[in-house]
Every structure is written in structure tokens, then in C-alpha cells.
T-cell receptor
């Protein structure tokens, strides 16, 4: 069954610690996205990648980093520089090269501060 | 001003009611419009996807886009308790970047 898998479902971060959120897709999608969701603010774009080994900053990239070494995988690292990391993080993917396709989402990772 | 505005609710309706959810947008370049449904602690699930102006129907759901007034709507007929969720509208121009509304929380009561 094709889909987007995010892990872990819940994650706790200590002060000064970097944590990495996993996103894997087996949909053969080219582009992948990371969003942050806070109550009352909707989804805000952190980073996105259109192809392997390339990625662009979104609207709120400060304090985050990503890599795209494989088409299937787009991990997000929340660094210690992100002072307010508590949020619901969502990964999405899309097939490019076809007239505008909607994004499909994983089930998210909830990150909290210890 | 946000590019996509959506009333956060909460909106509470009785079972069987017709629900109307709405968004406005400001960017004239938006051509593609989506409605997502999000249950608590889950990712958004695509409900409806429309291009330009007009209506699109899928079962109990109808999406409507009026580009002249920059207004998008989702209607839910015969609403069920299982429709209780947060509904997110989203819009995109020619590229693949989506701009989301803040979401409307809907509760359908027995």
C-alpha cells in the first residue's frame, strides 16, 4: 500500500538537543515538503525539495535543516537554534511533471520540549 | 493580510444539516484550490481538488470556486458525526507550493 510514513509519532526534545524527524514515501513522488502546524496558524512551509540532492527554504526555515539523498526520504532536523519547536510536523509529497497535482500528507510527528 | 483567510470556528451543526465552509484569498495567481479534512492527531486528507472557477461534486461534498470574488466554498450535505474534523482550504498558482488557510473546526452533533 503506497503512502507517506512519518516517524516517530511523538518526540521529546531536551534543551540544546538536535532531533531528526523521519519521512519516507513509496509513491515514487519527486517533490517532498515539510510543514509545521500550530493551533490557529494553519500549515507553514519549512523546507521543500523538488529533486534529489536539492532543496529550498520555505517561509520558516530558521532553526531547521534537511537533506534529500534518496528520492524516498526527506528527513527534517530540528536544531537547538529553533527556540520554539513544540508543534505538529507534517511531511507531504507530490508527483511533478504532470499538470498540477495535489499534495498527499503523512500522519505527522508531534514534537514537545522536555 | 494572509493570502488565504478562513474562519477558524468552531462550527457546530446537528446531524443531517447542510454545512457550508468558506475561504477567501487575495492572490489572483491562484488557479488550483483544494479542501483537506484533518482528524485530530492525523495528517490532512485530500477531499476535493478543483481548477479555476466552477463547481465539483463528489458524493455528499461539493466544492465551489468563484474567482471573480476570490471565494472558495465546501458544502457537505446530510452531515454525519464522522464529518467532525478540521477542514483546511488551500490554493496554489502554477507551481507546487500550497498556501493554506488556518482551518475550520467542525462538530456534527447527534
Amino acid at each position: 500500500d503506497g503512502g507517506i510514513t512519518q516517524s516517530p509519532k511523538y518526540l521529546f526534545r531536551k534543551e540544546g538537543q538536535n532531533v531528526t524527524l523521519s519521512c519516507e514515501q513509496n509513491l515514487n513522488h519527486d517533490a517532498m515538503y515539510w510543514y509545521r502546524q500550530d493551533p490557529g496558524q494553519g500549515l507553514r512551509l519549512i523546507y521543500y525539495s523538488q529533486i534529489v540532492n536539492d532543496f529550498q527554504k520555505g517561509d520558516i526555515a530558521e532553526g531547521y535543516s534537511v537533506s534529500r539523498e534518496k528520492k524516498e526520504s526527506f528527513p527534517l532536523t530540528v536544531t537547538s537554534a529553533q527556540k520554539n519547536p513544540t508543534a505538529f510536523y507534517l511531511c507531504a509529497s507530490i508527483r511533478t511533471g504532470v499538470s498540477n497535482q495535489p499534495q498527499h500528507f503523512g500522519d505527522g510527528t508531534r514534537l514537545s520540549i522536555l | 493580510q494572509k493570502e488565504v483567510e478562513q474562519d477558524p470556528g468552531p462550527l457546530s451543526v446537528p446531524e443531517g444539516a447542510i454545512v457550508s465552509l468558506n475561504c477567501t484569498y487575495s492572490n489572483s495567481a491562484f488557479q488550483y484550490f483544494m479542501w483537506y479534512r484533518q482528524y485530530s492527531r492525523k495528517g490532512p486528507e485530500l477531499l476535493m481538488y478543483t481548477y479555476s472557477s466552477g463547481n465539483k461534486e463528489d458524493g455528499r461534498f461539493t466544492a465551489q470556486v468563484d474567482k471573480s470574488s476570490k471565494y472558495i466554498s465546501l458544502f457537505i450535505r446530510d452531515s454525519q458525526p464522522s464529518d467532525s474534523a478540521t477542514y483546511l482550504c488551500a490554493a496554489a498558482g502554477g507551481g507546487n507550493k500550497l498556501t493554506f488557510g488556518t482551518g475550520t473546526q467542525l462538530k456534527v452533533e447527534l
